[in-house]
């Protein structure tokens, strides 16, 4: 199979300015807004530790979400293919992140609360998380663990 490359480019747009610019640590805001295209723009700030703004997306935030959505993109495909029908999928990811000399994240873990047909084989519908996170891009290119615990169940006949 050819190998195809796709680039993605995005713009971030510093909006923080209080009129003296970064004269020091606590002179600015952290935030700023992302775009790509036509898309809505995303607001984001850093974490709230790093003097940013909670009502805004940090990249901490951000990187938890892209393992997340990528890891489900996957299982929806897989299952799809599989004849598997999810009826409903919600992660509650979690990301580990650690401070020190050079900070780092340590682990995400994906949580994906899923409801499946009733009747669809549940052992195979938790067979395919595997697979998901063997193709997912964004978990192939971390350097730290992406771990899945998922809980499945079978929609109540209507």
């Given at each position: 199979?050819?190998?195809?490359?796709?680039?993605?480019?995005?713009?971030?747009?510093?909006?923080?300015?209080?009129?003296?610019?970064?004269?020091?640590?606590?002179?600015?805001?952290?935030?700023?807004?992302?775009?790509?295209?036509?898309?809505?723009?995303?607001?984001?700030?850093?974490?709230?530790?790093?003097l940013g703004d909670a009502t805004r997306?940090?990249?901490?935030?951000?990187?938890?979400?892209?393992?997340?959505?990528?890891?489900?993109?996957?299982?929806?495909?897989?299952?799809?293919?599989?004849?598997?029908?999810?009826?409903?999928?919600?992660?509650?990811?979690?990301?580990?992140?650690?401070?020190?000399?050079?900070?780092?994240?340590?682990?995400?873990?994906?949580?994906?609360?899923?409801?499946?047909?009733?009747?669809?084989?549940?052992?195979?519908?938790?067979?395919?998380?595997?697979?998901?996170?063997?193709?997912?891009?964004?978990?192939?290119?971390?350097?730290?663990?992406?771990?899945?615990?998922?809980?499945?169940?079978?929609?109540?006949?209507?």
């Amino acid at each position: 199979m050819p190998h195809r490359e796709h680039h993605y480019q995005v713009n971030i747009e510093w909006t923080g300015n209080k009129g003296s610019g970064t004269e020091s640590y606590k002179a600015y805001s952290r935030d700023y807004d992302i775009s790509s295209g036509n898309k809505r723009a995303i607001a984001g700030s850093s974490d709230p530790a790093f003097l940013g703004d909670a009502t805004r997306w940090n990249p901490e935030d951000l990187l938890v979400a892209s393992a997340s959505a990528c890891h489900k993109l996957w299982y929806l495909h897989l299952c799809a293919e599989a004849g598997i029908s999810v009826c409903n999928y919600r992660d509650r990811a979690e990301g580990t992140m650690v401070e020190g000399k050079k900070g780092a994240f340590t682990q995400i873990v994906l949580k994906p609360e899923i409801t499946l047909r009733p009747g669809d084989d549940l052992e195979r519908a938790y067979a395919l998380h595997h697979q998901a996170h063997e193709l997912c891009f964004i978990a192939n290119s971390l350097n730290f663990p992406v771990t899945c615990e998922p809980i499945i169940k079978h929609h109540p006949a209507l």
